[in-house]
Structure formats: structure tokens, C-alpha cells
């Protein structure tokens, strides 16, 4: 969709509306272990998804480009970036990841969006005084 | 009236060595195809080759192989076709690959372009037989096989039966 002010040329309104066009999806992920005091570095936890893709889907599923952006040691919470088309993959895999080095995991995806700024903020997390 | 629909590649094996294909069994083709598929794809791909796959007829002589896979997801099983190079039987590797040749709904298309591939097939060879003997050598060979056109027409009405059992 797209409208221009025809008046004023200096100063033209447009929008524009993408249709399901965005190359990216961006989910912001949580690692709950069972034990909680293990530290996991960035490396540890891509390798960890990585091994997860490779054993659902193969290596077709092991070659799916997705980056962690960025990771939180401490709170063992990251954010990944994924093709749009390999999200519904990749999320899978992440759900069916149960044990990492023979101790129970879980992920919890927090929020999902096509946009980058939409992570920003969390209405789940608001505190209303 | 609806029907499991199923999608029935015609492949042919190709082997530097042809006098190997007769070690080959439809078991060993299988597990080659399945291996081949759990390595592409994973546990998802297995689990979508261990539903309704299986290979329908194997020919020995010519190296023709029917494989049938479910119409839902026959464009990734096969996808993991080409990356098979080796078929494991009976203690012994044949080193081969797959070349599919036509992609039919019913065994009977796939024997039709079967019939007409062989036919074309014969027509590009015959014109290069160089001396009389290997004219009639090729003659020869045609009579044998017009002989066993009893088999072929089993075969056939086999397919129709396969049909009537899927509607």
C-alpha cells in the first residue's frame, strides 16, 4: 500500500505495508536447566541447538543459517535471528531438545517477531503502578 | 471414493559394473534408500520414509527400480535420492547411483514410459550396430524377450490389481 501527498512535494507521506516480506524472524529464547548453577557459554548453546537441528532434520536441518545475536550467560537467555522459512524448523527442534550433557532442559520461547523492535519491550512483563 | 495416493518414482541404478546388479535385492535398495534419507533429513525424514514406502519391483537385468512414497512428502524423500553412492548387500558394496527417469501416480503410467523409454532407447542404438552380427545379435536378443511376454502382461494386470486395491 502506498499513498503520496500530491500537494506538497517537499514533504511526502508514504506508507508502506509489507506482505508476509520479512526476511527474518527474530525469537527471544530461555534455557531452563535442571541444575541451575552450570554455565553455558554463547558457543556452548549454538552447538547445542545446532546438534538438536541435526538430529531431527539432518544435515538439510543442520545447514539452516540461524545467528544468536545475543546472549545473556547469567540469565541463560538469548535472542536468535532465523530465515522466516526455517522458523517453524527451528522452533521444533528447539521444543524437542530435552537433555543437554544428561541433565533435563527445557527452551522457553518468549516472544517471536518478524520485527527486531518489536522484542523491545514485553507486555507480559509490564508493571502497572 | 477417495484413495491413498501415492507417488511411484521409476529410477534406474547405474553401476560401473553391470554383472553386480544381480547381487542387488530389493531389502538392500530399501535400507540404502532409508539410510540415505535419515542422514539427509533426520529423524523427521525417517519417520516419513517408515509410513508407506517401499520399493515395488526391482529388475535385475536392467537395473529398474519402482519406488513408492507417499504423495504428501515424496519431493523431500526424494531430494536424499541423489546422495546415495553405495548399496550394502550381502556383505559386499556395489557402488551405484540412482537416476530417476519418470514420477507417476499409478505403477501403470510408470510401466507405459517404461515400455516407450526402451523403445526410444533401442531406436538410438540400433543405428549404431556397425557390422550385420551385432544387428542380429540385438535381433536376437529382442525374440528373447518377446518370448517372455507372458511375464510382462502378469505384471500388468499385477499393476491393475494394485489399482483396484487403492480405490
Redesign the interface.
Known sequence: MRREDETDETSVFRRVVLKNASPYHYMKICLVLDDESTKLSAVDLKLFILTGL????????AAISFDLLKYDEDTLSGLLRVPSRSLVKLWSSLTLLGFYQNQACAFRVLQVSPYLLSLTGNSRELKLD | MVRVKSRYLLCEINVPDRSRLFLLDDRAVAAAVKAAVARMHGDYGAALCSIRFSVKYLNAHTGIVFLRFPKKCYRLLWSALPFITCIETRGQKIECFLNCLHVGGTIRTCQKFLVKYNTQQLHRMLPKCKSEEERSQVREAILKCCLTRGNKQEFGEESDSEDDEEQ
Request: net charge neutral; no cysteine; hydrophobic share 40%.
Open positions: 541435526k538430529n531431527l532434520f539432518g544435515e538439510v536441518g
